[in-house]
């Protein structure tokens, strides 16, 4: 299986910063990484797919890049509805691994 | 509107059995290939298995291969995950998410989740 490693586990921030995820795959998965936010008692909800494409209607601050096995996710201009955990999922093969997950807090 | 709504969660005693269903709406789910993915409480999430469109390919995670079976209807909108010999460890919300049937598709749409609660 791929493993999925994201740094760091919690990150403390304030509104208006800039922050970057990293996501680290134990092989190769090409492009194939995607970005997910879960607030506390919902489902968690796609932001960025295939490395850097933004899912419809995610506010621009949300970039992605990277490729191979290293993964960035950045958010510029934090605003209040952005402290969340994030997760990264790698859609290259079976099974579809997630990372631990990122928890951002105020 | 695509809407993914799961149901049949509950509390369940060790060794037990549930079935899950999954009921989607807003689209045609035979164009879609289907996953369920759990979260433990406080947890990350974890993916449990996979269907196709057709149900000709299905996965699932070692943690539950043998125990858990992914299904569909695709006529009445239905994905199942039959669950059987429950474990304490299996205490979890239970999400099901749909997959673009392209390579590499991530889970666009979640349903809202079913809590399943494995304790005597």
């Known amino acids: 299986d791929i493993q999925m490693t994201q740094s760091p586990s919690s990150l403390s921030a304030s509104v208006g910063d800039r922050v970057t995820i990293t996501c680290r795959a134990s092989?190769?998965?090409?492009?194939?990484l995607n970005w997910y936010h879960q607030k506390p008692g919902k489902a968690p909800k796609l932001l960025i797919y295939?490395?850097?494409s933004l899912q419809s209607g995610v506010p621009s601050r949300f970039s992605a890049s990277g490729s191979g096995t290293d993964f960035t996710l950045s958010i510029s201009s934090l605003q209040p509805e952005d402290f969340a955990t994030y997760y990264c999922?790698?859609?290259?093969?079976?099974?579809?691994?997630f990372g631990q997950g990122t928890k951002l807090e105020i | 509107e695509v809407q993914l709504v799961e149901s049949g969660g509950g509390l369940v005693p060790p060794g037990g059995s549930l079935r899950l269903s999954c009921a989607a709406s807003?689209?045609?789910?035979?164009?879609?290939?289907m996953n369920w993915v759990r979260q433990p409480p406080g947890k990350g999430l974890e993916w449990l298995s996979y269907?196709?469109?057709?149900?000709?390919?299905?996965y699932y995670a070692d943690s539950v291969k043998g125990r858990f079976t992914i299904s569909r209807d695709n006529a009445k909108n239905l994905v199942y995950l039959q669950m059987n010999s429950l474990r304490a460890e299996d205490t979890a919300i239970y999400y099901c998410?749909?997959?673009?049937?392209?390579?590499?598709?991530?889970?666009?749409?979640w349903g809202q989740g079913t809590l399943v609660t494995v304790s005597s």
């Open positions: 998410a749909r997959e673009g049937v392209r390579g590499g598709d991530p889970f666009d749409y």
């Open positions: 807003g689209f045609t789910l035979t164009g879609f290939e």
């Open positions: 269907i196709s469109s057709s149900s000709t390919t299905i």
């Open positions: 092989q190769s998965i090409s492009i194939y």
């Open positions: 295939a490395t850097s």
């Open positions: 999922q790698q859609s290259y093969g079976a099974p579809r691994t």
